[in-house]
């Protein structure tokens, strides 16, 4: 009995179980296998590579200034493309380390390049940098979203990043063109991200031509009031600023008088994102844009106004070539040996090819057509000039300068031996900075005029006190003489 009433127990807690069992059996399971995306058959969209023709290219020479004094944000390595077609053309590269040698090294350079700068640019070098542009050098700058300078607030210790359109700002005012603090986006059309916008019109200028597509990767806007968007993409390219599309902003623009660009990117100038697009073809276009820059020849390029290797000297007859003039000639002739020039000493005046002509304010018949030329009178006792008005003739010398076809001509004059003597060691020591200098016409002073003045007044004081005193004497003595009554 006691038995049956454990089975029955263990009947009544077992039984239950296996009836819910069999009820909502429904046969052993079977695992549906998951559909996955076919990974292996996937490619990642690459932007079209372009490879220019590098067979032919023109040999233009010239020299390409990199900037390295304004803190910029980048390596050589990462413009290597740029570089490389500069030198493909022949040209060379020099960085500038210091303000202090740029007024020197614009004066033979083509182009002037600054890539993402973090130190604004002064006074002194935007004037020197607005001057060489004037002259027809060439200007390049590039900015970068992704760059940026960290400083930290003194108080709260906060890091603070600044990018670089501030500094590139301070140069690019003066020629109208402005780089937002932003980046361009393109959630719909881009280069395999969002940041990566493409650009597929183009402002017509020679750094455009050919270009039929452009990728930039962290790129700025950048807009122009008088001179030329270069690249403006679709309605879709949208400013990090408000998230709204500008017509009058783009990634590259250029000045109203063709030599200067700005560019909202340089990323683009480094492998592998320099063979994407057209970017080749756009880095072509760079290189000869650089060094196609050719400065008109002035005084403001002195020593570096001579074109030829041979520079003929002329020497007027009525200065006399006497020791201190030799010696002048001496120094003129090693300073110009510095610069890889030769001295040719002529008996005239050449018609053709580079020439140094010397001579004296009192003898300037060989010299009018330089004289008329530059607006130049020179008078008894003044010299009138249009650039600086009425000068005193005395212990100032003249250097004036023609550029030709056929040759640059550089004339000094002045009004005495010394004087020239002077003249000549202020183009030799290139202190042509000292003086009044305009385009063609420059003022030195070389001498004293007072000693000059002083000269020629206390000869003719003399020459009257002379004979005053003559006449004085002859009437004493007639006074005193003595009668023959005694």
Known sequence: MKRQTIVIAILALILPLLVRGLWFYRGVPQRSEIATPDYASFERPQAPINTPDLEDIEQMGGTVLIDGFHGNQFTLNEIEALTSAIRARGGNMETVSDSLALESLLKTAGAFVSVSPSITFTQYETTLLENFAERGGRILVFTDATRNTLYFDYITGNPIAYGDANAANSLLKQFDIAVNNDYLYNTESNEGNFRNVLFDEFGKSELTFGLKEIAFYGSRSVGTDSGLLLLQGSKTNFSSLNDAHDPNAGGAALSADGNVAAFGDFTFLSAPYSTYTDNASLIQNLAD??????????????????????????????????????????????????????????????????????????????????????????????????????????????????????????????????????????????????????????????????????????????DESLTDSADQSTESELEVAPTPGG
């Open 289 to 462: 844009f650089a060094l196609s820059g050719v400065q008109s020849k002035s005084l403001d390029l002195f020593p570096y106004i001579f074109t030829q290797r041979t520079v003929q000297v002329f020497v007027s007859p009525d200065v006399e070539k006497d020791p201190s003039l030799i010696t002048a000639l001496g120094g003129l002739q090693s300073s110009l040996r510095f610069l890889n020039l030769k001295l040719q000493f002529v008996d005239d005046i050449p018609s053709s090819g580079d020439a140094i002509l010397i001579g004296s304010f009192d003898a300037t018949e060989d010299f009018d057509n330089y004289l008329l030329k530059a607006d130049v009178e020179i008078g008894d006792e003044s010299i009138d000039t249009v650039a600086f008005g009425e000068i005193g003739r005395f212990g100032n010398g003249l250097m004036l300068f023609a550029s030709g076809n056929k040759g640059n001509t550089l004339v000094l004059l002045a009004g005495s031996p010394e004087d020239i003597v002077s003249l000549i060691g202020v183009a030799s020591y290139n202190s042509v900075s000292s003086c009044l200098t305009s385009e063609t016409v420059a003022v030195c002073s070389v001498g004293s005029g007072d000693s000059y003045l002083y000269e020629e007044t206390t000869d003719e004081f003399s």
